[in-house]
């Protein structure tokens, strides 16, 4: 299997906090740059957050100071933990290597945020 599984995702009302989960065992995933992308209804798939291979990390300034991307090397998963949602956060969330492989996209997992 070389598809990311994204889970996590969920309902919850603005201000809340969600843990997304991503998990591939067909790459040697400690070799790679990760990243987390969003695709709003009706907007293009966008960049969230950035992981480097050692650790260092860079966010879209949509998410700056709200959302914490981490990885696991030894558990082949990247995590994304998501605070002080907004209803601008509702989103289908996926993960991908970077630069970002076609046959590694997976069905991504839906955030709502609302009311």
């Known amino acids: 299997q070389v598809q990311f599984v994204e889970s996590g995702g969920g309902s919850v009302q603005p201000g809340g906090s969600l843990r997304l989960s991503c998990a591939n065992s067909?790459?040697?995933?400690?070799?790679?740059?990760m990243a987390w992308h969003r695709q709003a209804p009706g907007k293009q798939r966008e960049l969230v957050a950035r992981?480097?291979?050692?650790?260092?990390?860079l966010y879209a300034d949509s998410v700056k100071g709200r959302f914490t991307i981490s990885r696991d090397n030894a558990k082949n998963t990247v995590y994304l933990q998501m605070n002080s949602l907004k209803s601008e956060d509702t989103a289908i969330y996926y993960c991908?290597?970077?630069?970002?492989?076609?046959?590694?996209w997976g069905k991504g997992t839906l955030v709502t945020v609302s009311s």
């Open positions: 991908n290597v970077i630069p970002a492989r076609t046959d590694y």
């Open positions: 067909g790459i040697i995933f400690s070799t790679y740059y």
């Open positions: 992981i480097m291979s050692g650790g260092s990390t």
